[in-house]
């Protein structure tokens, strides 16, 4: 009854910002991501009747009552009533890097999860079930179970049978194309995406405007990662990322995100692009900014990251694996 897997974080180039239901965790839009190469969580789950209660420890602290937690006992109730089994869990997970500061560890953490803890409980499913039992936990995390470019399906059906991530092209089909992740600090952000994204639906009159646009989006996205056009992508993924962020500055109170390292980054993007570098930008949730560019241009584009003021630290990664079983548990 125990099992280990991991799971690459993922990066958004058309948003997921909004839900039609939160308890099945339903959007309103469908969104296209990268799962990124190297920076994964690393979870072992198991079920005992020792347990009296869901423990988690991540990153080697147990975590208290709260969101964080709960985002991890929502999708282990959800396991135990597949399983239809009565006993608790134990989860520790360790992420590649910081929590909860813009770099979706949330969805490399309950992707890892959906697997470990379905295994742990004798469930043998399959990558769509396993999408949307990873969605139970966080939205984005259907997302990480599969490889390289992936859609996560918004559905319309109201039981979320519908609502999983999908391959577009696998981890090998476009191996030149990267993200360069600008930390523009690793605390922990104020205001999580979840309540974000419900105070936008609540109040950004931009709100209806954003539904409208994403699905032209996501149809450009998906044709530009078949042709592997660095300049149809990135420039899609820009305008989706900034559109959100029109959803986010307009709603009430105001949601900003970026800090005055985040703006320079920006700024630096347009730079070396009106010097003729095919470089795009993208954020989500946090300070981060997530340069988009190709594997030649991508030393000189962190080095000019690495030198901006404010900017803690810079990784450069390009199409990971989607989760897999791992032999090695955690404890
Ligand atoms: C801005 O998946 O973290 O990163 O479903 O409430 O857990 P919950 O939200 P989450 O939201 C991610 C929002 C985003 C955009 C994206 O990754 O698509």
């Known amino acids: 009854m125990k099992a280990s897997a991991v799971a690459n974080s993922n990066i958004a180039l058309a948003k997921y910002w909004g839900k039609r239901d939160a308890k099945l965790m339903l959007p309103h839009n469908s969104s296209i991501s990268m799962t990124l190469d190297g920076l994964f969580s690393h979870t072992t789950c198991e079920f005992d009747g020792k347990y009296r209660s869901h423990i988690v420890i991540l990153d080697g602290a147990e975590l208290p009552e709260g969101d964080a937690k709960q985002e991890v006992t929502i999708q282990l109730d959800v396991i135990k009533e597949m399983a239809k089994i009565k006993e608790f869990a134990k989860v520790v997970s360790n992420n590649t890097f910081p929590t909860a500061a813009g770099l979706a560890s949330s969805a490399s ?8 803890g379905s295994k742990a409980a004798g469930l043998e499913l399959g990558k769509k079930e396993l999408s ?14 599969y490889g390289g470019f992936v859609e996560w399906q918004k559905g319309v059906k109201s039981d979320g049978s519908d609502s999983h991530a999908v391959q577009i ?13 600008c930390i523009a600090s690793k605390k922990e952000k104020k205001i999580k995406s979840r309540a974000g994204m419900a105070q936008s639906v609540a109040t950004s009159p931009f709100y209806k405007s954003w539904i409208e646009s994403v ?5 450009a996205l998906k ?37 005055p390292a985040s703006m320079s980054v920006i700024h630096s993007v347009l730079e070396l692009r009106d010097n003729g570098m095919k470089c795009y930008f993208t954020c989500d949730a946090g300070p981060q900014v997530k340069i988009i560019c190709l594997e030649k241009d991508s030393k000189e584009i962190a080095e000019m990251a690495a030198r901006i003021e404010g900017v803690e630290d810079v990784i450069v990664s390009g199409p990971g694996r989607g989760a897999e079983f791992v032999k090695r548990d955690l404890f």
């Open 132 to 145: 949307i039992l990873a969605r139970r936990g966080s939205g984005s995390a259907s997302r990480s179970v």
């Open 169 to 181: 092209a696998d981890e090998n089909y476009w191996k030149d194309f990267r993200m360069v992740v």
């Open 223 to 259: 044709k530009g990662i078949l042709k592997k056009d660095l300049e149809a992508v990135g420039s899609t993924a820009e305008h989706n990322c900034l559109k959100m962020y029109a959803t986010m500055i307009s709603t009430k109170p105001p949601i900003i995100y970026w800090n």
């Open 215 to 219: 699905e032209s989006d996501i149809d």
């Open 109 to 116: 953490g309950l992707a890892a999860l959906a697997l470990a």
